[in-house]
């Protein structure tokens, strides 16, 4: 039995097979998955887990060099972009986009992870790096 990391079987599972610039979205309870796209979720009820406890891990387990936001979360959520922007190392490309552009681009990523989270506009796609 794994005894730290992802626990999360299908989680570790895309985590293990990414590859450089491969994508994974981590998204709200309203988040709309694609149809095709693979969702792996993780909500438990209201909240639970946070979109800020599932990225914690993920970025604890996953190199990540670029993540794409939903430019409506620097005025509808100011709070949970402050809190992800101490989380991203100084390295890490930030790039804005619509909302309605970071839901097509979910049409691309290797899953959407849903959280239990219930605020605005909590979805990121966090593109892998590469480690050397």
């Given amino acids: 039995m794994k005894k730290e990391g992802i626990l999360n079987s299908e989680l570790a599972k895309i985590a293990d097979d990414l ?25 438990l009820t ?31 959520n100011p709070e949970q972009l402050a809190i992800l922007l101490t989380k991203l190392s100084a390295d890490v490309e930030i790039v804005f986009v619509s909302h309605e552009t ?4 979910n049409h691309e990523v290797k899953a959407v992870v849903r959280t239990g989270e219930n605020t605005p506009y909590s979805n990121i796609i966090l593109q892998s790096g590469v480690t050397l």
């Fill in 102 to 105: 970071l839901k097509l681009m």
């Fill in 19 to 43: 590859g450089h610039n491969d994508q994974v979205c981590i998204g709200d309870l309203g988040l709309p998955v694609p149809a095709g796209t693979p969702k792996i979720d993780l909500a």
């Fill in 46 to 76: 209201r909240g639970k887990p946070s979109f800020q406890e599932v990225v914690d891990i993920y970025l604890e387990n996953i190199l990540v060099e670029k993540v794409y936001l939903a430019e409506e979360i620097k005025e509808n």
